[in-house]
Structure formats: structure tokens, C-alpha cells
Nanobody, 123 residues
Framework: QVELVESGGGSVQAGGSLRLSCAAS????????MGWFRQAPGKERAFVSA????????RYTDSVKGRFTISRDNAKNTVYLQMNMLKPEDTAEYYC????????????????WGQGIQVTVSS
């Protein structure tokens, strides 16, 4: 059992920034890869970014590359998603998740999920 709690969402204008945080309860946080997904109204949950257990490998979906940065602080059991140059297309509910194996981009590769947090970007 791992509990994930997201924070840092909200509403911003296009071009603005937000930083999402995801705090994990588990003692073995450092052994899990962590990912961020998002789901916009009427769309499937989609991969955004992921980071390896040590933080040495990161992945991004093409639409956020160069604008978003994923990072983690294993001492704090927390993963972050820094979102810059936000666009209305980024509007979605964002979820963090942990994976025990590899660095998957599919949601089925993740065992535990946060409750989701809303990000709204206006033009």
C-alpha cells in the first residue's frame, strides 16, 4: 500500500507556471519509478512524464518537452512536475503514479495513483 497525494494545481493564464508536487507515504519510495499523467475532458488518460528511481533517467511526451521538468527528492519522498509556458491544451486533471518496474509510459505499468489535481490554463 502506497498513498500518493498531489498538490500545487490551480488556474493560470497561458504562459504561466505551476509546480505540482506528489508526496508518497511508502518507505521504499526510492525504489519506484514515478510518473505523471493527465486526463482532459473527453480524452483518455495520457502520459506526461516519468523519472527513474534514482532520478537519473527522465521521459517526456513530445507536447511538453522543453516546457515541463520532472524531478524527485527521495529524502522527502516527493516527486515534482515543474510546468512552464503553460498552454490551454495543458488543461487537465493531473495524476502522479508509481511503478515498481522500469519506466513505463502506459498507465497499466503503474501500481499506485494519486487522487488527481486540476490544472486549468486560460488564454
Amino acid at each position: 500500500q502506497v498513498e500518493l497525494v498531489e498538490s500545487g494545481g490551480g488556474s493560470v493564464q497561458a504562459g504561466g507556471s505551476l509546480r505540482l508536487s506528489c508526496a508518497a507515504s511508502g518507505r521504499t519510495f526510492s525504489t519506484y519509478a514515478m510518473g505523471w499523467f493527465r486526463q482532459a475532458p473527453g480524452k483518455e488518460r495520457a502520459f506526461v512524464s516519468a523519472i527513474s528511481a534514482s532520478g537519473g533517467i527522465t521521459r517526456y511526451t513530445d507536447s511538453v518537452k522543453g516546457r515541463f521538468t520532472i524531478s524527485r527528492d527521495n529524502a522527502k519522498n516527493t516527486v515534482y512536475l515543474q510546468m512552464n509556458m503553460l498552454k490551454p491544451e495543458d488543461t487537465a486533471e493531473y495524476y502522479c503514479a508509481c511503478s515498481p518496474l522500469g519506466l513505463p509510459v502506459g498507465p497499466l505499468g503503474y501500481d499506485y495513483w494519486g487522487q488527481g489535481i486540476q490544472v486549468t490554463v486560460s488564454s
